[in-house]
């Protein structure tokens, strides 16, 4: 198999899971995506918060970590036991803190961060949708890196594919794939930052309370859904309808919730602006 550009397909590269080891203690590359993601998007938030008029206090994005953290792993796992395997997890119940396993839902993941940021602001007293708008933009960067993971571990690969570029997955079978972790990562991660930050600045979204976090879920759910079209859908799942995956399905709910918390974001807003 040749690797030059576009002469494939290519073949999956054997890499080890297992980043470095620490005695008894093994540390995986996914385990590294996360922690650089939680720290990169704690970064950036940092940063992004010098965009306002009016910046948060820099301390409150330290504080906010632990909530942020904790609500993206719980929320991650009991999204994929709730989205896509509810019957075996009321089987064998002990298997939901099996996170070693794997299983995390992105939705899930978002859902328990907007959660962990609400219980925060609500302790703290600071404008919710004003926060959570600085957050959201920093969260595409947690994305690339974890999508970059999911293709280190050779999982959540593509459909069968003849373009030039596909990979074989030989863990899987011998078929050439598309490397649907890639495709994600470039529009989920570089895309849609690039989409919410020039988007903020140029129309100075942080104005709007609650304008970037319905943009940041209305486009990461149109990318999520137009990928989802080249990713292989859950065997246990299946497709419904034989058109659309369980994670189109989620990604459907997020655009319009994403849609509308944005039309009513602006709304309000400009109404307070003229009052």
């Not at 590294?32 to 008029?53: I, M």
């Not at 459909?159 to 990562?185: C, G, N």
């Not at 309808?241 to 655009?255: A, H, K, T």
Request: charged share 15%; glycine share 10%; hydrophobic share 50%.
């Amino acid at each position: 198999m040749s690797f030059f550009p576009f002469s494939g397909p290519y073949m999956f590269p054997n890499i080890d899971p297992i980043a470095f080891s620490l005695g008894p203690v093994t540390i995986r590359w996914y385990a590294l995506a996360y922690v650089s993601g939680f720290v990169s998007t704690l970064l950036l938030a940092c940063w992004f918060n010098g965009w306002r008029e009016k910046p948060f206090k820099r301390e409150y994005f330290f504080e906010v970590f632990s909530w942020g953290v904790w609500g993206v792993l719980l929320g991650g796992r009991l999204g994929y036991v709730v989205f896509y395997k509810p019957l075996y997890f009321i089987e064998n119940p002990l298997e939901i803190i099996a996170l070693w396993k794997g299983g995390m839902s992105f939705h899930g993941g978002a859902i328990g961060l907007f959660l962990g940021v609400w219980m925060f602001c609500r302790r703290r007293g600071i404008k919710v949708w004003c926060f959570a708008d600085v957050i959201c933009l920093a969260v595409p960067c947690a994305l690339f890196l974890g999508r970059l993971a999911n293709f280190a571990n050779g999982e959540l690969w593509g459909r069968p594919t003849s373009v030039s570029w596909a990979v074989i997955f030989p863990h899987v079978d011998a078929l050439p794939r598309h490397p649907s972790q890639l495709y994600e990562a470039l529009l989920e991660g570089i895309v849609l930052f690039l989409l919410l930050t020039a988007a903020t600045r140029v129309f100075s979204l942080l104005r709007f309370a609650g304008c970037v976090t319905g943009l940041c879920m209305a486009g990461y759910a149109s990318m999520r859904f137009t990928i989802e079209f080249f990713r292989e859908p859950d065997a246990h799942l299946g497709l419904l309808f034989g058109i659309l995956s369980q994670g189109q399905i989620l990604s459907l709910v997020f655009f319009l919730g994403g849609v509308l918390l944005f039309a009513y974001a602006m709304r309000t807003s400009l109404q307070g602006l003229r009052s």
